[in-house]
């Protein structure tokens, strides 16, 4: 069973920053994709950023320029640099990694969450 472990959100004003990490633990064998998505009160959850094992990243339009994926593959770590940020982006946000758990069984697991609040 893989366990993801999100911190670093917080309350910050708008135009500030925060980094958001993601920790990785438990029993699998390969980790393919990992990634950030949120969830704003009265709406659904949608993506913001994924990372694939490659190197190669995806953002929502929304985010482009502002917000920058990366993973320390060494230490099953996924991090999310927020810069510039607004208050629609406020939010909670989800940490979710897929891969392989052995040989034979994907996984496709969910952290708790984190609350980002950004005030204006």
């Known amino acids: 069973q893989v366990q993801l472990v999100e911190s670093g959100g917080g309350l910050v004003q708008a135009g500030g920053s925060l980094r958001l990490s993601c920790v990785a633990s438990g029993r699998f064998f390969s980790i393919n994709a990992m990634g950030w998505y949120r969830q704003a009160p009265g709406k659904q959850r949608e993506l913001v950023a994924t990372?694939?094992?490659?190197?190669?990243?995806n953002y929502a339009d929304s985010v482009k320029g502002r917000f920058t994926i990366s993973r320390d593959t060494a230490k099953n770590t996924v991090y999310l640099q927020m810069n510039s940020l607004k208050p629609e982006d406020t939010a909670v946000y989800y940490c979710?990694?897929?891969?392989?758990?052995?040989?034979?069984?994907?996984?496709?697991?969910w952290g708790q969450g984190t609350q980002v609040t950004v005030s204006s």
């Open positions: 990372i694939l094992s490659g190197g190669s990243t």
């Open positions: 979710n990694g897929q891969g392989m758990g052995d040989v034979f069984h994907k996984f496709d697991s």
